[in-house]
């Protein structure tokens, strides 16, 4: 079976995006990420992408070029009217109702690889929380936005226990993998 790998960049303090709900200053050279260590291990091991609805709406339909060419499944109750670009005998999309569903879909098709769930913070927390996910890989760039969206808020009643395992530096971010401790 499959690792799930729940993978986030946030600010230092926290958040997903600003309070304009804006993801430009977490990314600020998308090329220069693409280099690094922490995005090149996830794309050789990834074998499927779990992806929350508003981060596919993030792309504008337009997924020409993303770095993960495998299956995504999309968790919503609205699926696009319209394909996305970028389609093609390895990228391709299936819209889902729920998380459960999607990520044991994922799991089928991903193999010995990973299950990446790419976001959004909602999706991210839910498979924590819901047990889905065996590993939290954060990417934390130095800026503080003050408000926004948090990642880990409202993340239930019992804790969840994570362990490191690598800590990965760039010159404009941090990157820590984690194990969840189950």
Same mark, same amino acid.
């Given at each position: =079976?499959?690792?799930?790998?729940?993978?986030?960049? =946030?600010?230092?303090?926290g958040f997903v995006n600003d309070r304009h709900g804006s993801v430009a200053r977490l990314y600020p050279d998308l090329a220069a990420l693409r280099k690094t260590e922490m995005l090149q291990d996830a794309i050789a091991n990834t074998g499927a992408v779990v992806m929350g609805r508003r981060a596919y709406e993030m792309a504008n339909g337009d997924f020409t070029g993303y770095e993960f060419q495998v299956p995504i499944f999309v968790v919503t109750h609205h699926p696009p009217k319209a394909a996305a670009k970028g389609e093609n005998s390895k990228l391709s999309f299936e819209f889902v109702g729920d998380l459960d569903t999607a990520v044991a879909k994922a799991n089928k098709v991903a193999g010995n690889k990973w299950v990446t769930v790419v976001g959004g913070a909602s999706t991210a927390r839910q498979c924590i929380t819901l047990g889905l996910a065996d590993e939290v890989h954060v990417g934390i760039v130095p800026v503080l936005f003050g408000e926004g969206l948090r990642l880990f808020e409202d993340m239930g009643d019992e804790p969840v226990r994570l362990e490191t395992i690598q800590v990965l530096k760039s010159p404009d971010r941090t990157d820590i993998k984690y194990r969840v401790v189950r």
């Open positions: =079976m499959a690792k799930v790998i729940v993978g986030m960049t =946030m600010s230092l303090d």
